[in-house]
């Protein structure tokens, strides 16, 4: 392929994983929570845009998951998660709020219709944890988890995504 390139490859490989880490440490180091760090970390876009940097297996944000972990341990910042409830116990309790599994099932469908895809699938979570055998709710899971498979570029959010859709289909068909 050429020296060049070759170094050029390995040169931007370690500017990225480097500034990954700096900002993840920074953040870290100002007393940021987790969620802070994983939203707060910027993956610079020229280095992005390379086509040996684009995330197909893996995504950056799971490295700063991991540089987390790494230096930081098991807790992330949030005195809530240290002991927490049961998905299931806060699924039921925001579904009470909510006003029910169908409310659920409207806030993650505007939430997909708006492009907010991630706030759609905790939506759709609490949906079908609080009630397990709604279709409407699989349905409208399935179809979230389905539109963010076509937009992951990581093989392992792919197959996450992919089974999770799998898995509210069967019972959304009600196999």
Known sequence: V???????????SARLLETITEQTLALMNSGARLDDVIHGVEFPD??????????????????????????????????????????????????????????????????????RLDLAAHFAEWAVQSEPENRAAHGARAAIYRERVKRETSLMAHGIYGAAARDSEAVSEGD
């Open 2 to 12: 050429g020296a060049d390139r070759v170094r050029r490859a390995l040169d931007e």
């Open 46 to 115: 020229e280095l992005m845009e390379r086509p040996y940097l684009r995330p197909s297996y893996d995504d950056p944000r799971f490295i700063v998951r991991n540089l987390w972990r790494l230096y930081g341990g098991w807790y992330d910042g949030n005195p809530a998660h240290l002991n927490p409830a049961p998905e299931a116990d806060l699924a039921r309790a925001v579904h009470e709020l909510a006003g029910g599994g169908d409310a659920l099932t409207r806030l993650a469908s505007q939430a997909a219709a708006d492009g």
